[in-house]
């Protein structure tokens, strides 16, 4: 069953703006638990992208989106958007929306702290 579902994804001009949306299904809910965003690039390992605590109150990005991209989370709608500005054609990849299964605690940087997987959605930045 699918537990994680992202949107939004799609063909956008350099410089343009994008937002990834990742909504919680099938008897999962994000309260509680980190939830993180990846991307795959082709013929690239999958990337950690940004990452937000159970609480919404930390953070965390990778250096190349810092100050362009925004995690946020809405507990009450079950989802974590990723809000991302000037992108740029090396931003190109499919995005991964990831959770976390243990409860209250930091949000991790590691892929393999995730458990729940979403299947992705392409973004496409034209130059």
């Known amino acids: 069953q699918v537990q994680v579902v992202e949107s939004g994804g799609g063909l956008v001009q350099a410089g343009g703006s994008l937002r990834l949306s990742c909504a919680a299904s099938a008897g999962l809910t994000f309260s509680g638990i980190a939830v993180g965003w990846f991307r795959q690039a082709p013929g690239k390992e999958r990337e950690f992208v940004a990452a937000?605590?159970?609480?919404?109150?930390?953070?965390y990005y990778v250096d190349s989106v810092k100050g362009r991209f925004t995690i946020s989370r809405e507990n009450a709608k079950n989802t974590v958007s990723l809000q991302m500005n000037g992108l740029k054609p090396e931003d190109t990849a499919i995005y991964y929306c990831?959770?976390?299964?243990?409860?209250?605690?930091?949000?991790?940087?590691?892929?393999?702290?995730?458990?729940?997987w979403g299947q992705g959605t392409q973004v496409t930045v034209l130059s």
């Open positions: 937000i605590n159970w609480s919404g109150g930390r953070s």
């Open positions: 990831a959770a976390d299964r243990n409860g209250y605690r930091d949000a991790p940087r590691d892929r393999r702290e995730y458990y729940y």
